[in-house]
C-alpha cells in the first residue's frame, strides 16, 4: 500500500534561511509525487510534482524538489524563506491515477 | 480560466440532517475528486468521478455519496450527520485519468455539525 510520511510537523525557520521539509514515500511502483501549499481558510495548491522525467523538480515560488529512488525520499527546499511562505505543506503521493495519499502536513512558520 | 469552485463555502448543520456540496471543476476536466481534511484525520480521499462515472472510492461510510452530471458539475451527500462530519471538503479536478494530469483543488466548503 502507498504511504506517506512527512518528518516534522511543525518547522520553524528565519527569514532568508534555507527551508528543508521532508517527505518519505512508500510506493511498490514508481511514484507520482506532489507537493501542496494550504494557505489558511483555502484549499490546495500544486507547488510542483515528479512524474519520472527529472529528478530535481522545480515548483513556484523558488521551491524544489530532490527525488532519492535510494532513499525513497521527495524532500521540498527553498534557499530562502520569505514572510510569505508561512503555511501548511502537504506531500502526497498518486494512488493508481485516481487518488491523492497525503502526508500529515509539515507547518512552516516564518520569523522576521 | 475559472478555477474549480464550490458552493456553499461555509455551512452549519445538526446532527441527523443531510446535507448538499456542489462542485464545478476547471472548463472542460472531466474528472472530479472529493477530499475530507480534519485535524485528526488529515487529507482523506473519499471518491472520485469521471465522465459521469465513480471510479474510486475511499474508505468512507455509506452516509457518504455522490455523484457528476453531464457537464461535469459534481454534488456530494452526507446523510445522517454526525458531529465527526465536522471537517473542511475539498474538491479537485483534473482534465483526464492519469497521473499525468495535476489535480486542481477548490477552496472548500466548511462543514460544521452541531
Known amino acids: 500500500a502507498q504511504s506517506v510520511t512527512q518528518l516534522g510537523s511543525h518547522v520553524s525557520v528565519s527569514e532568508g534561511a534555507l527551508v528543508l521539509l521532508r517527505c518519505n514515500y512508500s510506493s511498490s511502483v514508481p511514484p507520482y509525487l506532489f507537493w501542496y501549499v494550504q494557505y489558511p481558510n483555502q484549499g490546495l495548491q500544486l507547488l510542483l510534482k515528479?512524474?519520472?522525467?527529472?529528478?530535481l523538480v522545480k515548483g513556484i515560488n523558488g521551491f524544489e524538489a530532490e527525488f532519492k529512488k535510494s532513499e525513497t525520499s521527495f524532500h521540498l527546499t527553498k534557499p530562502s524563506a520569505h514572510m510569505s511562505d508561512a503555511a501548511e505543506y502537504f506531500c502526497?503521493?498518486?494512488?493508481?491515477?485516481?487518488?491523492?495519499?497525503f502526508g500529515k502536513g509539515t507547518t512552516l512558520s516564518v520569523s522576521s | 480560466k475559472a478555477g474549480v469552485t464550490q458552493t456553499p463555502r461555509y455551512l452549519i448543520k445538526t446532527r441527523g440532517q443531510q446535507v448538499t456540496l456542489s462542485c464545478s471543476p476547471i472548463s472542460g476536466h472531466r474528472s472530479v475528486s472529493w477530499y475530507q481534511q480534519t485535524p485528526g484525520q488529515g487529507l482523506q480521499f473519499l471518491f472520485e468521478y469521471f465522465s459521469e462515472t465513480q471510479r474510486n472510492k475511499g474508505n468512507f461510510p455509506g452516509r457518504f455519496s455522490g455523484r457528476q452530471f453531464s457537464n461535469s458539475r459534481s454534488e456530494m451527500n452526507v446523510s445522517t450527520l454526525e458531529l465527526g462530519d465536522s471537517a473542511l471538503y475539498l474538491c479537485?479536478?483534473?482534465?483526464?485519468?492519469?497521473?499525468?494530469?495535476?489535480?486542481?483543488f477548490g477552496p472548500g466548503t466548511r462543514l460544521t455539525v452541531t
Open positions: 515528479y512524474t519520472s522525467a527529472a529528478t
Open positions: 502526497a503521493v498518486d494512488k493508481a491515477g485516481t487518488a491523492l495519499i
Open positions: 479537485a479536478s483534473r482534465g483526464g485519468a492519469g497521473a499525468d494530469y495535476e489535480q486542481y
